[in-house]
């Protein structure tokens, strides 16, 4: 059974994993490894590129090292290596990318470059034997995408944002509102309190025929009415802060999930995968559950684990090249802004 060990080192998180499988089954993620710095990051309000990739640096040979060791395997026994080539913050990609290249000439064994966006997409299927054709939204701090998926490297793009994507709207709004980086998580828990419809904020593009997203007006919106409610200083006032959040969130929510609907039932599919890291909110997964068992649509959401950026979703995502035989070149560049190959 085929073994590949993975790396994702595209922003702030370094990550490693193992994984084997073999076609038409579901794959086996022998070890996920994750070094965090979301505490270092914190204090700045955002990620310092610089010290992503210090820390990458620092870390990823350790990673490395208790990969191996939590899946009681060695290099040698290792039939691939794979590395995120991006999108991403350039000084952090180079870290991951070139560690797994430099495996890869050390063991003899083939090296492939997997686009971040793809590990996202494929995500939710992991754990099942197939991929089959859907309608998928990634949702993410720097990504909004809606696609329409044939088979794994067949997507069609329908519709993206024009803006803000929906992960960046939340922490822009979280920042607005006092609360600390990263924002989506914060805007989700104080929203438990809130009431969703306390405040109209608009859903903006919802009657438009396009499939493409825009939230900085629902951002601005926001920001209208902070100076509405406290002209003085522009501040939340503490006892409506789970009420804009619910109000905000509920916005964002109901365009999401009413666009890739309409996706699926213009396109004939009978479901939806969701991926990226806004997809951990528990208010959006129910919200997608819910409508989607109305309308008889099959729903299906990765393990909160690999949500948000982790080197299992890179692993699955380069198993599946490796099965059909693919492998990338070791003078393959990282691009900072590469794109997901669409038809």
Do not use: W
Request: charged share 20%.
């Amino acid at each position: 059974m085929p073994t590949l060990l993975a790396i994702e080192s595209s922003c702030d998180e370094t990550a490693v994993a193992i994984l084997s499988g073999e076609p038409g089954q579901p794959a086996r993620i022998l070890s996920s490894e994750i070094a965090s710095q979301i505490e270092l990051h914190r204090q700045y309000g955002g990620v310092v590129p610089e010290l992503a990739s210090r820390n990458h640096s620092l870390h990823l040979r350790p990673l490395v090292e208790t990969a191996l060791r939590n899946a009681d395997t060695d290099l040698c026994s290792i039939d691939a290596f794979a590395a995120t080539s991006g999108p991403g913050l350039s000084s952090s990609l180079l870290i991951g990318s070139t560690a797994a290249k430099a495996l890869a000439v050390s063991t003899g064994r083939p090296f492939l470059a997997i686009n971040h966006l793809e590990g996202h997409l494929l995500s939710p299927f992991v754990g099942l034997g197939e991929v089959p054709p859907h309608v998928a939204l990634i949702v993410s701090g720097g990504h909004t995408l809606l696609l329409d998926v044939e088979m794994p490297g067949r997507y069609r793009k329908l519709g993206s944002t024009l803006d803000d994507a929906a992960g960046e709207a939340f922490d822009k709004v979280a920042k607005m509102l006092g609360l600390p980086y990263p924002g989506g998580p914060e805007i989700e828990k104080t929203a438990m309190g809130g009431n969703p419809e306390a405040f109209e904020f608009p859903r903006s593009m919802m009657k438009d025929k396009s499939l493409d997203f825009s939230f900085a007006g629902l951002k601005t919106a926001v920001l209208y009415t902070l100076t509405d409610r406290n002209p003085e200083t522009g501040q939340p006032k503490t006892e409506d802060l789970p009420d804009l959040c619910a109000s905000f969130q509920q916005a964002v929510i109901d365009v999401l999930v009413a666009k890739t609907v309409r996706a699926a039932r213009g396109r004939g599919r009978d479901t939806i995968a969701l991926s990226g890291g806004v997809s951990l909110n528990r208010t959006l997964r129910n919200a997608f559950q819910k409508r989607c068992d109305a309308d008889g649509i099959r729903f299906l959401t990765a393990e909160p684990g690999l949500c948000t950026d982790n080197a299992a979703m890179i692993g699955f995502a380069g198993l599946l090249h490796h099965f059909a035989g693919q492998e990338s070149p070791l003078d393959e560049d990282i691009h900072p802004n590469l794109p997901l190959p669409t038809l």
